[in-house]
């Protein structure tokens, strides 16, 4: 394994990291919706219109999937992730719509390093996502496993 920036080690409790920012735009909206989520508000203005979230909006899947994107940009790429044995909790607070540009934060929650496994660490996080105008539109809270920085040596 490379070196990476990212091992269990430099996760600090309290911490916050930026997750850059995601042009949301309708194309994308309908392409993932057309093949993973194909309801009417997913696929269509004028249904998404007439829905309660007042326009063509992304699946909670797709926000869920572009929340990944923008964490493995961020820094679970460069990182001895070992992946995660599951999420808390995740929510979808606002509708992500056609043109809404998101940004977000994870916080370090805590860690611990894994007593049957102590090259192994579990970082708890809370991340969340905001549009364009600061409103929250997803958190989601997860523990992800890493290596410890000797280990991934």
Known sequence: ?????????????????????????????????????????????????????????????????????MLCDAFLLDSTSQGSPGIEHVKWKKPVLAGDTLSGTVTVLAKRQSKSRPQLGLVTMRSELFNQRGESVFELENTGMFLTREAAA
């Not at 430099?10 to 994308?28: M, R």
């Not at 093949?35 to 249904?47: G, K, S, V």
């Open 1 to 69: 394994m490379t070196a990476t920036t990212w091992a269990y080690e430099n996760f600090v409790e309290g911490a916050s990291l930026d997750l850059g920012v995601k042009h949301v735009n309708a194309h994308e909206i309908i392409e993932f919706a057309s093949e993973f989520d194909a309801q009417p508000m997913h696929l269509d203005e004028a249904a998404g219109k007439a829905s309660i979230l007042g326009g063509l909006s992304a699946s909670g899947w797709h926000t869920c999937a572009m929340f990944m994107r």
